[in-house]
């Protein structure tokens, strides 16, 4: 991508924003208008959002089938996607495509339905993921629930709306300790 390219998306632009728009399928965004806010949104030559950033809150989602196709669609340059906001939703799950999108610094998932605590693990490859929320999902409940998101995913700096301190840190290390069994190393009969 060349410099041009890149300083023509930018998080400074703002969102591409289908909140509140009563959507059901990731399909149904490209019949949809976006909300429009203080400041237009820029495209490209081919039409596509020049943003980094896509809220999809307060819809009634359940699944993210065909995200990829969709927002490879909607934007420009969809591998610079930083800020995704899924909150108020109905997903089930925290679906492995999130995980393409290496440059996601901002991930909203607070409000849907999240079940199993380990479902935050698919989170841990991306990189630049520095605020995450998952407050009002019933993995919320889970003892644990904050360290264990913290020992999962070291490198962010805000969670649930939260600042992570030092003291969070240490806590979330004591409890790693006293609550998640090392991987034994199994060692074949035969090399013996």
């Known amino acids: 991508m060349s410099k041009e390219d890149y300083m023509n998306t930018s998080v400074q632009e703002p ?9 059901h399928m990731i399909q149904d965004l490209t019949s949809e208008e976006p909300r429009t806010g203080l400041r237009p949104l820029r495209h490209s030559k081919s039409g596509k959002s020049l943003t980094q950033s896509l809220w999809l809150n307060n819809n009634v989602l359940n699944d993210l089938k065909d995200f990829s196709h969709v927002v490879s669609l909607l934007l420009e340059h969809p591998e610079n996607l930083a800020w995704i906001d899924l909150s108020f939703n109905d997903l089930t799950s925290i679906d492995p495509v999130l995980t393409t999108f290496f440059n996601l610094s901002v991930l909203y998932l607070h409000g849907n339905s999240i ?7 698919k989170l841990a490859v991306l990189p630049r993921l520095r605020s995450l929320t998952l407050h009002g999902n019933p993995i919320e409940e889970e003892k644990g629930y904050r360290q264990y998101v913290l020992c999962t995913l070291p490198r962010i700096t805000t969670f649930d709306f ?3 301190t030092k003291a969070d840190r240490t806590t979330a290390e004591v409890w790693k300790r006293m609550n998640i069994k090392p991987k034994k190393v199994r060692i074949k009969q035969n090399a013996l």
């Open 162 to 164: 939260s600042g992570v």
């Open 115 to 121: 079940q199993r605590l380990g479902e935050v693990n």
């Open 15 to 23: 969102p591409l924003d289908y909140s509140f728009r009563s959507i």
